[in-house]
Structure formats: C-alpha cells, structure tokens
C-alpha cells in the first residue's frame, strides 16, 4: 500500500508521517522543505519538494498512491485568503480524479460544516465538498481547538501571562495534534471505511481558565489567562506578520467559533490525551529549552 502525506514536517503530518514509516509499503512525502525531514524518514520514503498549490506537482508526486493523508495549510502572508484555498483545491480534487485514488482522508476544521461565516474555516468546508464530488471513499475528520496552539504563547506563558481573544470561563474542547495522528494513521492502514463521512475529535472539554490552573499546577509557576478584544487579536496577527486579509479571516473564524449559537455536528470521537498530559510532556520541555536559550 503506497500511501502519501502531505505537511510531512507539520504538528500532524509528521506524526502521522512517524507512525506509518514501519507500516506502509511506501511513503510518498509531499514536502516544501524536505530538509526539515530526519535522515532516516528521507532514506525509508519517496520524497517530493514542491508546493501543495501547484496542481502539476501534487498530481504528479501522487500519482502511485492507493491513500492519501490531506490538510490544507494556511500562509500567513498571502495577499487573499480565497485564491489560496481555491489553488488547494484544484491541486487536491485534480490529484485524486486524475489517479482515481480510492481512499482520502481530509484534515478539516470544527465548524467546517458551515458554509459562511468562519473565516478561512468556511474555506474548509468549499474544499470538503469539492473533494466529495471526485473521492470514492474520503474521511473528513473535524477536531477541535488545538493543544498546540499554545506553543504561540510561549513567551506569554514565560511572562505568567496566556493570552487568547475569549473569555477566560467558556469552555472550548482542546485535541492534541497526536491523537489526531493517530485517528488519521489508523484510518489509512486500515481502509474498513467506505463511501463519504465526516469525524470530529473532541479532545478534552475545558475553559481556558480550567486551563490556565493546569498549567500553573504542572509548570511549577502562576499562568493567567487574559482576554483580550477581537479587535486586539486582529492588531496582533498583523503585528506578527500576517496580511490584512489572513488576520481579517482569522478573526471573523473566532468570532464565529465562540458565538453562542455555534454548534458542532456529531459524529464525535473522544480523544485519550489530557491538557495535564499535553503540558507535561510537550510544552513543560518547550518553555526550559527556551529559557536556557
């Protein structure tokens, strides 16, 4: 079974990238930076250095998958949010029909079942349904707000400070990046699955507040969550480097994703990892290699 991952170097697409290296019978890697990639990955799998934009590349270096692991990943810097997603799709939906490749499994977004209204998530849900035209079989898993996004607020959690535009009691479920892995390898080793069908992944139901104590108790030292305006969050992403439009989108996704009437649609999986686990042994290691640095 020759199975192909895009993002093989990203939070998910290098655990997954990990998992299956002894399983599968060949890996295709879609890579813009191969080098990112450890020597023993590069000797075991068929690389490929190009852009996930450019439809001539992802349909060639997919060309003997049987699967194919997808997520679409956001830049920063691009000047229109929809041109970009729009070049994913075309590179995507052309791959997976010119191939005929009989199993997908989509990295998508809580919320990606709405059409409008979620920012780049909204995007997500255009793809989703472009990739249903074209797959045979194709699985968009859905989870929830990452663990890992706390690693951009590394500096913050160094200062006792956590800063994220919500309120500090409303409770957002939180997945680590590897359970997300660890559905998507199990769900491209074994193909049981037929037809069209979606999976969100729940992860852990706290507040960020709830979080804020976990992560006090577990790194030894007071954490504050502090809400900030929308409006504040959008400065920020600009101040950051993002273009007018990704942080236009990125704050109209987080408006949408805490209004009250947002609502998840099930199917749902729990996920095993804790926010205590997911401190201890990912973000507690981050913050005393940042320091002696």
């Known amino acids: 079974m020759a199975i192909a991952i895009v993002t093989p170097t990203g939070n998910v697409g290098q655990q997954i990238t990990q998992l299956l290296t002894a399983e599968a019978d060949l890996l295709i890697l879609l890579a813009r930076h191969p080098e990112k990639l450890s020597d023993a990955i590069r000797q075991q799998a068929k690389v490929f250095q190009g852009s996930l934009t450019d439809t001539a590349f992802v349909v060639e270096a997919t060309q003997a998958a049987e699967a194919l692991f997808w997520v679409s990943p956001i830049n920063f810097n691009v000047a229109d949010t929809k041109v970009w997603y729009a070049d994913l799709t075309r590179a995507v939906t052309t791959a997976v029909q010119t191939h005929h490749i009989p199993y997908v499994v989509n990295l998508s977004s809580v919320g990606a079942h709405l059409p409008t209204g979620l920012g780049p998530i909204s995007q997500l849900h255009s793809i989703e349904q472009n990739l249903n035209q074209v797959a045979t079989n194709i699985i968009h898993l859905r989870p929830n707000f990452f663990m890992e996004n706390y690693y951009y607020q590394l500096e913050a959690l160094q200062n006792a400070s956590v800063f994220f535009p919500f309120s500090s009691k409303q409770r957002m479920p939180m997945v680590a990046t590897r359970d997300i892995a660890a559905v998507a390898a199990n769900l ?106």
């Open 188 to 293: 491209l080793l074994n193909r049981t699955w037929q037809g069209h069908s979606t999976l969100g992944l729940n992860g852990v139901d706290i507040s960020f507040e709830e979080a804020a104590a976990i992560l006090s108790q577990v790194l030894g030292q007071s954490i504050k969550h502090v809400q900030i305006t929308f409006e504040q969050f959008h400065d920020a992403m600009l101040k950051q480097g993002a273009s007018l439009d990704v942080a236009t989108q990125y704050t109209q996704m987080w408006k949408g994703l805490t209004a009250p009437d947002f609502t998840p649609v099930p199917p749902t999986l729990d996920t095993p990892t804790t926010f205590a686990e997911f401190t201890n042994a990912s973000l507690k290691p981050l913050l005393k290699r940042s320091k002696s640095e």
